[in-house]
T-cell receptor
């Protein structure tokens, strides 16, 4: 089955700096890659996603890049703010039938 | 328009017991997926239901079973509970129609504690 690895497990940045979280996947058939933000005690919230026919997608301060050849995708957050502090999960899916999540990255933005 | 809802919020059971968790999908969604999230871990896919049929299953034993009803709400049943089943159980809904089956929205989860 699919295996998703996520790095780093923890990340601390100064407010205003950028944060990058990287994920790799094993199944070349995976074609949908969402990113979720989970605050303590709350449900995961979809923040951005990318499909395999696109190499990059941006939404304000958040961007995701996908390299299908290398089977990795990354989340980029620019101009970080304290409210960006949370656990971020990447996931990979084949046509939305099964989702495989990474182990999460705990992001702390230091004011 | 209501989002994904789950019940109960919290549940405490003892080893060997059985439990049923419930999920109501977002309005207009016909696909429900269930996940187990242990503390400090990412969600682990249990199974997915699409219009009352199982549409994929993760690496969970048969004592984890499910059901989807004609109104697309869903149940997760776990038999013979083990201590290791203690976790947050999340359901997520999506639509195979307009939005595509891949864009999922999560419910708030049910926190199961097995003693």
């Amino acid at each position: 089955g699919e295996n998703v690895e996520q790095h780093p497990s923890t990340l601390s940045v100064q407010e205003g700096d950028s944060a990058v979280i990287k994920c790799t996947y094993s199944d070349s058939a995976s074609n949908y890659f969402p990113w979720y933000k989970q605050e303590l005690g709350k449900r995961p919230q979809l923040i951005i996603d990318i499909r395999s026919n696109v190499g990059e997608k941006k939404d304000q301060r958040i961007a995701v890049t996908l390299n299908k050849t290398a089977k990795h995708f990354s989340l980029h957050i620019t101009e970080t703010q304290p409210e960006d502090s949370a656990v971020y999960f990447c996931a990979a899916s084949i046509a939305g039938n099964q989702f495989y999540f990474g182990t999460g990255t705990s992001l702390t933005v230091i004011p | 328009e209501t989002g994904v809802t789950q019940s109960p919020t919290h549940l405490i059971k003892t080893r060997g017991q059985q439990v049923t968790l419930r999920c109501s999908p977002k309005s207009g969604h016909d696909t429900v997926s269930w996940y187990q999230q242990a503390l400090g871990q990412g969600p682990q896919f249990i199974f997915q239901y699409y219009r009352e049929e199982e549409n994929g299953r993760g690496n969970f034993p048969p004592r984890f079973s499910g059901l989807q009803f004609p109104n697309y709400s869903s149940e997760l049943n776990v038999n013979a509970l083990l201590l290791g089943d203690s976790a947050l159980y999340l359901c997520a809904s999506s639509s195979a129609g307009t939005g595509g089956a891949d864009t999922q929205y999560f419910g708030p989860g049910t926190r199961l504690t097995v003693l």
